[in-house]
């Protein structure tokens, strides 16, 4: 059974995220970016401090400075990701966000000196290619960069802050693995929220004022209270579960193992959206969780 809970735990980062990022993202077309992250880190943030109060007394400065470097990648990257949702399409940024598996599986191979079979390299691509085709429009999402970059065409909106999101998001990933290590799953998810949270209302505060910055916020609160509560409780249990899966299992395996979620957040669209999905990106779909739980099932 020890074996088979950190894929339990993967699978269900997996699931909750793909609810999660579909709600959350509702909810930062609504209240853009940086308020959307107020009420994310605040609601997890008090979801986990019941869990953590023994352990801060363990705190020490050889802890902690892994913790703060974590929650500035967490902050850069949960503000560079919902901007991207906010100026760019849903399909773009989702592709653009695909790069981040191959760059958390480099991490993991240069800093936990991970070693993949030849089997587990050729499922992460069939992963990697699956969610790239879920994402990918008409139009060709990379044709795009590359024309742009040629100088032939402008970058599709939101590119560029999606292709840093991924980078980000990528050294998250990593010092997760790192901080839970040391730490507990509860305690390195909530002492960078914590820290994020008081930065995110100090600069809200700074661009709105003071009184316009709460009123915002109340009314905001009550308006969407169901939407913001069930996205940021989902993706708080859903980092709960992939931090407890990384605790004990490979960050790249981990990583490959949950990147599937845009695969039912897909599902997701088609049934509350009445997206209409191609062949193809029903083929990613299917390549995607298919390579998802043959990795699970032979690592």
């Known amino acids: 059974m020890a074996t088979s809970l950190p894929v339990v735990l993967a699978f269900g980062a997996m699931i909750l995220w793909s609810i999660g990022d579909f709600l959350i993202q509702r909810t930062s077309k609504k209240l853009g970016s940086l308020e959307t992250l107020i009420f994310l880190n605040l609601i997890s943030a008090v979801i986990l401090f019941p869990f953590i109060v023994k352990g ?11 913790l703060f470097i974590l929650s500035i990648l967490e902050f850069a990257f949960g503000l560079t990701l919902l901007k991207a949702y906010e100026k760019g ?3 773009v940024v989702v592709a653009i966000m695909t790069i981040e598996l191959p760059l958390t599986v480099t991490w993991g191979i240069l800093f936990f000196k991970e070693r993949l079979s030849i089997v587990q390299i050729v ?9 790239f085709f879920i994402a990918r ?23 560029l802050i ?34 994020n949270l008081v930065w995110l209302f100090i600069f809200f505060f700074i661009k709105n ?3 316009k910055s709460i009123l915002m916020l109340k009314n905001h609160a009550r308006e969407y209270k169901y939407l913001i509560v069930y996205g940021a409780v989902i993706d708080t249990f859903a980092w709960l579960c ?14 490959a193992i949950t990147e599937s979620y845009p695969a039912l957040a897909m599902f997701l669209g088609i049934k509350f959206n009445k997206e209409k999905i191609s062949g193809l990106q029903y083929i990613g779909a299917l390549l995607a969780l298919g390579g998802s739980v043959v990795i699970a099932l032979i690592s």
């Open 123 to 131: 499922l992460i691509i069939i992963i990697f290619a699956g969610v």
């Open 56 to 66: 801060l007394s363990k705190l020490n400065w050889q802890n902690i400075t892994p």
């Open 137 to 159: 429009e008409k139009l060709n999402v990379w044709q795009k960069i590359l024309t742009f970059f040629s100088g032939r065409s402008r970058l599709e909106k939101g590119a």
């Open 162 to 195: 999606a292709l840093a999101a991924a980078f980000f998001s990528s050294f998250f990933n990593l010092f997760i693995a790192i901080n839970v290590k040391e730490v507990s799953p509860f305690m390195t998810l909530w002492l960078p929220w914590t820290l």
């Open 242 to 255: 992939y931090a407890g899966a990384v605790a004990q299992k490979e960050l790249s395996i981990t990583t």
């Open 89 to 91: 399409k849903l399909s």
């Open 209 to 211: 004022g003071p009184a």
